[in-house]
């Protein structure tokens, strides 16, 4: 299978970071800056951290680079480094504000309801609308309503789809922790965005 | 309340041990962490049961919404392109 374009752009990137050259970090940017300052937006919720994140992740990639051995796609590498430096930026708030942990606080009791995720208006959305971009904005939005610890896995495991092993690291939970906090976190999802579903009925 | 949705709950009444079993193990079951025991017998609760056939189903489509809506591209301000422009140039760490 011939690579794309954008798989050589990639690939030459590398090389070049490897090679310490620092105008390949300067491109990066100009290539993924965009994915990035997403994925940093989403944990952060603010332009000004998220920039510290994307400053933090830059200074990763730079540093780990070396590491990187293309066994996956240097794409998803960017963003899961990115997605680690928000969930560090994250802890390292809480440390600040001594407020909620990431970690230990949250109850990850089965039976313990999620209370403070709505939608601000739960009316339906016309199934033409909400087939197309709108619902990005609900599930979006959706997410953005779960509590802290759950929002973090939530973004960690089912969006960046980075592996169990390397949340559970990420956020130093146990794995059944980590399942449970993800499985509320979808069972909250999904009640807040049935109205949204394909074929629904409850 | 249509026919279809009394039909609906009238077959999930028969079987409310499976179905509550069903929910407790929905995370297991989409992780394909189940023994093939458990599963089969939980396929073939689904088989019968709409109800938490749809239940199933619409947490499977959580999870792909969510990753499929929740990786925008977001266009980066010019002014925080410049930030990052002199971070990069400035910063000791990137040497």
């Known amino acids: ?202 | 309340m249509s026919k279809k949705k009394i039909s609906k709950l009238f077959k999930c009444l028969l079987h409310p041990a499976e179905c509550w079993r069903t929910k407790k193990l929905l995370y297991e079951y989409v992780e394909s962490e189940l023994d093939q025991d458990t599963q089969r017998r939980l396929e073939e609760h689904l088989g019968d049961c709409p109800s938490c056939l749809q239940y199933v189903k619409s947490y499977r489509q959580i999870i792909e919404l969510t990753h499929k809506h929740c990786l925008p591209e977001t266009p980066m301000p010019p002014a925080l392109k410049q930030k990052l422009r002199e971070f990069i140039e400035q910063n000791p760490d990137l040497k």
Request: proline share 4%; aromatic share 4%.
């Open chain 1, 1 to 202: 299978m011939s690579k794309t374009d954008a798989q050589i752009d990639d690939a030459q990137l590398v090389a070049r970071l490897k090679q310490r050259d620092k105008s390949a970090l300067d491109e990066l940017v100009q290539i993924h800056g965009a994915k990035m300052y997403g994925v940093a937006l989403q944990f952060m919720r603010n332009e000004f951290d998220a920039r510290e994140v994307m400053q933090d992740a830059l200074v990763s990639i730079w540093n780990k680079i070396g590491s990187f051995e293309g066994k996956s796609a240097f794409t998803s590498w960017i963003y899961r480094v990115t997605a680690n430096a928000g969930l560090m930026a994250l802890r390292k708030r809480k440390r600040h504000e001594n407020d909620v942990s990431l970690d230990a606080s949250a109850s990850d009791d089965d039976d313990a309801p999620l209370p403070s995720l709505q939608l601000s208006d739960k009316r339906p959305l016309p199934d033409k609308v909400a087939m197309t971009g709108e619902l990005g904005e609900q599930v979006r939005a959706a997410i953005d309503r779960l509590p802290e610890p759950y929002r973090v896995v939530v973004l960690l495991r089912d969006v960046e789809e980075l592996p169990m092993e390397e949340v559970m690291e990420a956020t130093g939970l146990s794995e059944p922790a980590l399942k449970s906090r993800l499985h509320r976190a979808r069972l909250a999802l999904r009640e807040a965005l049935l109205p949204y579903l394909k074929g629904r009925d409850g």
